[in-house]
């Protein structure tokens, strides 16, 4: 995937497109002079004589024909995003331009970048770890609050900390079997057995608290389900399009329009969720579209996190009738109450709701926030991707292994083994095992100039 590390590499580091400004990124041991053959400082000074970390007015040219005004800023080694020497060019976004000066320097001596090379010689001159490469690869995927929040926790180093203190635990915990190993007895003695159990427990409780909390925020990413149940014809469409703040639904009145469920994703206070509009549950279906509208309906509610039931009147016990497991989280919605004859009020049982003129919109929003997100309000996940969360459960699992061994079968050189097992474990995080498989995973989703 990645060829010659000593190769001095050149993308555009800017969107595909046309902009105000593009960015040219070049790096490598070949970089000032690559660049010196074709940029004419307007100070006429040499680029090695040129501020760093600081722009620099200045010409590209070919020969001596004019290509573009551009700002020039370096960045020498170590001090750089890759540890190599840096240049940045801030040209005219014209694709002419931007190519121009790009096949120039390919031209003098650079090779085109692969995807995330930059940020992979980064993680190679030790400016960044592992996790923070992943973390970099997380937020340009980020589309909501929660998946930017996390991106940025470990960019800057929050999960690489936490690994580091769960490796020193796991030293601590190698140095009393160490001290236990200079005993003539071959069982630990009482003392030893006593701290380190001790110490095991408060780690395990530290590494479940992490495992919940990604868990939690993985479902958060991905977007709570909810689902909209109900007769024909109660408004499950029109609130669906309210939700969502655009005729999605086709809204009729006549019966039975939506023969098929819809599903969109929208966002309260910067959470996801994935809203599903499912066909109406008739009494006594008997046309097959009905009946297969139906099973599809009941499949959703099955899946789904949250179940709005929608009613147009007090009836009771409609969610036996649309076989709604009692584990199953559920908000009451009685729509249409601006045509109610009896006057009522929103309580614990139900919300009272007119989809057609907006009424008690934001308080099925509160209501949806409070019964999904208190869990995530709980908790606090640092682990980014999956293959960090399976390296950490297997640290987990194989802890457990000790805990649940009895006293009287352990020895030291068991503890010992154990103990190096789940320290294999953890540094798969941050360590290259499979170095191809996991740079392809995890730098080949950057863009070129990354």
Known sequence: MFVNNNDTITAI????????????????????????SCFVSKEKKQITELQTNTMSLGFIKQKNKLIDQVFLCLFKKPFSYTGEDIIEIYCHGTLYIQNKILKLLIDNGARLANPGEFSLRSFKNGKIDLIQAEALSELFRAEDEVAHALAIKNLNG??????????????????????????????ISEFNYKKF??????????????????KTNNILKTGYSLVLVGRPNVGKSTLFNLLLKKERSIVSNISGTTINYIEEDFFIKGIKYHLVDTAGIKANPFDKLDIKGIHNTYETINSADLILVIKDNLEKDLEKDFKISRKKQIIIIINKCDLLKTKIISNKQYILISAKYRIGLEIIKKQINKRLNSKYQKTDNIINNMRNYEC?????LTLMKIKKTRKNSLTPE?????LREANYHLGKITKIVTNDEIFKQIFATFCLGK
Do not use: M, W
Request: hydrophobic content about 50%; charged content about 20%; some cysteine.
């Open 13 to 36: 580091a800017t969107p595909n497109g046309i902009g105000a400004i593009a960015i040219i990124r070049i790096s490598g041991k070949l970089c000032f002079k690559i660049v010196s």
């Open 158 to 187: 929050k999960f690489s900390i936490f690994l580091k203190e769960i490796r020193k635990d796991l030293i601590y915990l190698n140095s009393l079997i160490n001290v236990s190993l200079d005993f003539d007895e071959d069982n």
């Open 197 to 214: 159990i001790t110490t095991l427990v408060v780690l395990i409780k530290k590494i479940k608290r992490t495992i919940i909390g990604f």
């Open 392 to 396: 950490l459960k297997q640290v987990l």
């Open 414 to 418: 068991i503890f010992s083994f154990l």
